[in-house]
Nanobody, 120 residues
């Protein structure tokens, strides 16, 4: 009933930039929190950044001002602008959305994940 489609990943050199997008679709009544998480090989999935419907954001410490999360509520889309990328940012990045369906049931949905590789 809810689909999340991520785009924008790929290979980038250290110091470069990428912009990830995640579009939600389906029987959506409202979306509360949207966020980005990542999982590197052999490590647990971790929060990168999240944003509420009102625009309040929070970031993981490792972001250190390099990434910016934003959302377009009209398009049900969340973005992650990543600058000054480092090799340690290499991971599969996952979008997550929480909200309510038209049936008034709550949902919590993960995207399929998108690879980001930072390498020279």
């Amino acid at each position: 009933q809810v689909q999340l489609v991520e785009s924008g990943g790929g290979l980038v050199q250290p110091g470069g930039s990428l912009r990830l997008s995640c579009a939600a679709s389906g029987s959506l009544f409202s979306i509360n929190d949207m966020g980005w998480y990542r999982q590197a090989p052999g490590k647990e999935r971790e929060l990168v950044a999240r944003i509420t419907s009102g625009g309040t954001t929070n970031y993981a410490d490792f972001v250190n001002g390099r990434f910016t999360i934003s959302r377009d509520n009209a398009k049900n889309t969340v973005y992650l602008q990543m600058n000054s990328l480092k090799p340690e940012d290499t991971a599969v990045y996952y979008c997550k959305a929480d909200g309510m369906l038209f049936s008034r049931s709550y949902f919590s949905k993960w995207g399929q994940g998108i690879q980001v590789t930072v390498s020279s």
